[in-house]
C-alpha cells in the first residue's frame, strides 16, 4: 500500500516547455486534488477532481491544466512553463464523503523549477 | 469566508520544553479543523482533526489541540519537545465548496527544537 505517489520528484525546465506532472493513489479514493507550495504562503489548491470523470478549478488555475485519467491518476500539465511556476507540486486524495471531516491524504511532493 | 491564520511563521524551543504553535480561524459555521506537519522533503502528514465530537483532540507524536469557539483557536500543544518534532506545521480548515470538501491552509509554522 503505497497510499499517494508523485513522479518525477525533481524537474528542472526552461520558459516555454511543457510537462505533466503525474499522481496515483491506491486507496479507493474519490477525490484527488493539486497543490503548490510557495515559501511562506502555506498549499494553494490549483485543481481538484470530486470523483472520476469530473475536475474543477481551485485557487490558482491559470497556467495549469489537469486530466483524470480514472480513478486512481490524476495528473497535472502545464503547457507553457513560466519563472513564475517554480514551486513543490503536492498531489492529496481523499474518500470524498462531502458530509464528513473528509481527510486528505498527501504525496511526496514534485519540486520543479522554471528557468 | 473561512480561513485561517498562523501566528508566528517561525518558533523555537529547547529539548523537552513546551511546544504551543498558534491558530487561530474565521468561519460562519462550524469549522473542521486539521494540523499537519510537513517533515523536511517530505509530504505533508495529518497530526489530528477536529471534528467536533470533543474540543480537546489528541493526535500522533505525542501531540494535541483544544478548539475554543470563544477564542476561534485551535493552538497545537506538545509537553516536552523532541529534536525528532522539528518541522513546519500548518493549520486547516476543511469547507465544502463546489462538488467537494476543499482545505485552506495557514501560512505554516516553522518549528525549532533547540539541544
Known amino acids: 500500500n503505497a497510499g499517494v505517489t508523485q513522479t518525477p520528484k525533481f524537474q528542472v525546465l526552461k520558459t516555454g516547455q511543457s510537462m505533466t506532472l503525474q499522481c496515483a493513489q491506491d486507496m479507493n479514493h474519490n477525490s484527488m486534488y493539486w497543490y503548490r507550495q510557495d515559501p511562506g504562503m502555506g498549499l494553494r489548491l490549483i485543481y481538484y477532481s470530486a470523483s472520476e470523470g469530473t475536475t474543477d478549478k481551485g485557487e490558482v488555475p491559470n497556467g495549469y491544466n489537469v486530466s483524470r485519467l480514472n480513478k486512481r491518476e490524476f495528473s497535472l500539465r502545464l503547457e507553457s512553463a513560466a519563472p513564475s511556476q517554480t514551486s513543490v507540486y503536492f498531489c492529496?486524495?481523499?474518500?470524498?464523503?462531502?458530509?464528513?471531516?473528509?481527510?486528505?491524504?498527501f504525496g511526496p511532493g514534485t519540486r520543479l523549477t522554471v528557468l | 469566508a473561512q480561513s485561517v491564520t498562523q501566528l508566528g511563521s517561525h518558533v523555537s524551543v529547547s529539548e523537552g520544553a513546551l511546544v504551543l504553535l498558534r491558530c487561530n480561524y474565521s468561519?460562519?459555521?462550524?469549522?473542521?479543523l486539521f494540523w499537519y506537519v510537513q517533515y523536511p522533503n517530505q509530504g505533508l502528514q495529518l497530526l489530528l482533526k477536529y471534528t467536533s465530537a470533543a474540543t480537546l483532540v489528541k493526535g500522533i507524536n505525542g501531540f494535541e489541540a483544544e478548539f475554543k469557539k470563544s477564542e476561534t483557536s485551535f493552538h497545537l500543544t506538545k509537553p516536552s519537545a523532541h529534536m525528532s518534532d522539528a518541522a513546519e506545521y500548518f493549520c486547516a480548515v476543511s469547507r465544502l465548496r463546489g462538488s467537494a470538501r476543499q482545505l485552506t491552509f495557514g501560512s505554516g509554522t516553522q518549528l525549532t527544537v533547540l539541544p
Open positions: 468561519s460562519s459555521v462550524p469549522p473542521y
Open positions: 492529496a486524495s481523499s474518500v470524498g464523503d462531502r458530509g464528513s471531516t473528509d481527510t486528505q491524504y
